[in-house]
Every structure is written in C-alpha cells, then in structure tokens.
Nanobody
Framework: QVQLVESGGGSVQPGGSLRLSCAVSGKIYNIVAVGWYRQVPGQERDFLGARTSGGGTNYAASVRNRFTIYIDQAEKTASLRMSNLRPEDTADYFC???????????????WGQGIQVTVTS
C-alpha cells in the first residue's frame, strides 16, 4: 500500500522559511505530479500550486514567487519550499501526490494527512 510520510512544518516568524516534504512509502514506478493545498479550520481548502514530472508548474497568485514545489524521483519525495512567510500563511498544508505504480499504468492520487504551519512573531 502506498502512503505518504510527511515532515517539516512548525512555527516560524514572519519573513522566515520552511520546507514541507511528503515522502512516498511503498513501491512505485515514479511520481507523475504533485499538488499542494492549505486549509484554515472552518474554511475551504485552497490550491497553492502544482508541478508535473516534466517540470511544468502552476502557482496561485498568493504564493507565486514565494513558494516553490520540487519533485525528487530518486528519493520519491515531493517538497514545498516556502519563503518570506506571512501570518496569513498560517494553515494546515496538504500534499496530493500522483504516483504511477507500474509503467503504463494510470496514475493514482495519494493525499497527505496535513502539516501544521504557524507564522507568528
């Protein structure tokens, strides 16, 4: 069974940086794409950005030029690098990793459980 092992997160001061990671546990052929989202309790889950294995990226305007998504195929890990963090970036962050278990098979989405990020002075 394919699962995600999440790391990173925590508390940081405004202007600081954090790196969140979702490592794939289980046998896969490759990571096809990854999307990152965040959610404040009581509000909808917001799209932050996505990256494909081919290198294509798409970011929400609120995080463009501050957040960067990476895929490490060798380590089977998807990461979100966040810089110049603001108090309004405080939320639970979720990764959605599209994995292909075998060549030629369709990809499957695997979601993380959520990583808490707090930006406060």
């Amino acid at each position: 069974q394919v699962q995600l092992v999440e790391s990173g997160g925590g508390s940081v001061q405004p202007g600081g940086s954090l790196r969140l990671s979702c490592a794939v546990s289980g046998k896969i052929y490759n990571i096809v794409a990854v999307g990152w989202y965040r959610q404040v309790p009581g509000q909808e889950r917001d799209f932050l950005g996505a990256r494909t294995s081919g290198g294509g990226t798409n970011y929400a305007a609120s995080v463009r030029n501050r957040f960067t998504i990476y895929i490490d195929q060798a380590e089977k890990t998807a990461s979100l690098r966040m810089s110049n963090l603001r108090p309004e970036d405080t939320a639970d962050y979720f990764c959605d990793v599209g994995v292909r278990k075998k060549p030629g098979r369709p990809s499957e989405d695997v979601w993380g459980q959520g990583i808490q990020v707090t930006v406060t002075s």
